[in-house]
C-alpha cells in the first residue's frame, strides 16, 4: 500500500463505539443476586408435580472420544453424539442439567475411553452426582476400519456407525445395547434369474442392535466387528475403499455368485446373531438403495433368544 492509498482508508470508530452505533446499550440496574449461594433454584423444588418423568437431561452433546478397536486402527479418536438423562419423580421440579456436562467433562479430562465396564461406572456416577436412582447414556460415534481390496491388498479406511446405550439402575443394575450400521453390496436375486444376463444391484444398510449378556467380556471380544462381520459376510460382497481392476472382478463375481434379497439378508444376519453367545436379543434392519428404482426396499426382525427360541 503507498501513501496516498494510506492517506485514503478509513479511519474506523472503536470496538465499543462501533457496538453502540449498532444498538448496544448500557446496563440497567440490577437487583437479582449474584452469589450462587442466594439464586433462586427453581429446579430444586419441592412440591407435587402431579407425575413421575421417565427421562429428563441433555441430547445432541458432541465431544472428542477415544476408542479401541480390534481392526485397526486399534486405537482412534473419533466423535461422540451423546444423550444423558435420568428418572425425576413428582416431588421435583426439574433436574439438574449443567451436571451432565460438568460428568462428560470430568471423565474427558482424564482422557477415558468408550467401552462398556467405563460407561458402567460412567452411568453410576452419574447417578450418585444427580442424586437419583437412576441415569442413562447413549454415544454414537463413526467407527472406522481399514479394508484391504481383495487381490491387491491395497488398504484404505471404511467406515460404520456404532452407538452405546447403557443404562444404570440402582436396584436393577445395568443393561447394555449396543448397535452397529454397516454398508454391503446385494445383488438382485430376481434380476440374475430372469435376465439373459446381468443383475442389478444396490448398497445396503444393515442396522442391527444387540442386548449384551451381563457377562459379557470385552476384552475377549469386540463386539463392534463380530456385528459387523455379521452383516457383511453375509451379503452378496463387502464395500471396499479402494478397488484395482482384478479387485473389482473378484467382489463384481462375488457378489454374482451370492445374490441376495432385502428378506434374505435379515434372515442370515439373524442367523448369525443367533449363534453369538454374548448377545440375548436383537432386531436387524436392511435398507437397499435401489439401483433400478427411486425407492428403497426395506425389512427388519426383532427376535429375543430367552422368549421366541
Ligand atoms: N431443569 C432444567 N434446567 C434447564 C432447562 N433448560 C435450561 N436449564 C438450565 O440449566 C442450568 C443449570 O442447571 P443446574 O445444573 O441446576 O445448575 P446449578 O443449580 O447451578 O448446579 P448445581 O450446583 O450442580 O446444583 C439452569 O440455569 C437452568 O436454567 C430445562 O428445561 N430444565
Known sequence: MNNTELKNRKTLPSKPERHKLFGSVEPGPKTKPVDKEKMADLQNSKKDFLFDIDAVGIANVKNPINITSNLIPNNQTTIGTFRFTSRIDKDSKGTNMSRFTEQLDAYYKKNYSIDIDTLKRFTKDLAIRLKQKDAQMEVSFPWFFERKGPSSELAGLNHADAGIKVTYDQDKGHYIEVTLAGTITTLCPCSKEISEYSAHNQ???????????????????????????????????RIHP????????????????????????????????????FVERFTISCRNEESIHLHDAVASLSFDKNKDA
Open 203 to 237: 448398497r445396503g444398510r444393515v442396522e442391527m442392535t444387540a442386548v449384551l449378556s451381563e457377562d459379557f467380556d470385552e476384552n475377549e471380544t469386540d463386539w463392534k466387528e463380530a456385528l459387523l462381520e455379521a452383516a457383511e459376510s453375509n451379503a452378496s460382497a
Open 242 to 277: 479402494v478397488l484395482k481392476r482384478p479387485d473389482e472382478k473378484m467382489v463384481t463375481e462375488q457378489a454374482y455368485e451370492n445374490p441376495r434379497f432385502v428378506e434374505d439378508i435379515v434372515r442370515l444376519v439373524a442367523a448369525d446373531l443367533y449363534e453369538l453367545p
